[in-house]
Nanobody, 123 residues
């Protein structure tokens, strides 16, 4: 499975961005996809995830109510809609995938990773 993340950029606090993660290769309806982020000097942390088959979602407390993860089965693409962005959301965002039935929240739950896309939120 190959993952291609895109959509990062510079946005003012309070603004919105939508990230995309396109999957290709040996994709499966059993894929779960997660979004992680890593700020400078910090550990990579879970942000949101979605089960490809059921559509069930899970969010980190820090983004609950502001971010929405969704998927487009026809295009094998997962999206992360980010709203009400804060400077502390600044990070490199990564998408990841795994053949599992539920959404994982740990880095070790995923074995496929895309390249990161930088999101910078100015105050």
């Amino acid at each position: 499975v190959q993952l291609q993340a895109s959509g990062g950029g510079l946005v003012q606090a309070g603004g919105s961005l939508r990230l995309s993660c396109a999957a290709s290769g040996r994709t499966s309806s059993r894929l779960a996809t997660g979004w992680f982020r890593q700020a400078p000097g910090k550990e990579r942390e879970f942000v949101a995830g979605i089960s490809w088959s059921s559509g069930s979602t899970y969010y980190a407390d820090s983004v609950e109510g502001r971010f929405t993860v969704s998927r487009d089965n026809a295009k094998t693409t997962v999206y992360l809609q980010m709203s009400s962005l804060k400077p502390e959301d600044t990070a490199v965002y990564y998408c990841a995938a795994a053949l599992r039935t539920g959404v994982g929240v740990l880095r070790g739950d995923y074995n496929y990773w895309g390249q990161g896309t930088l999101v910078t939120v100015s105050s």
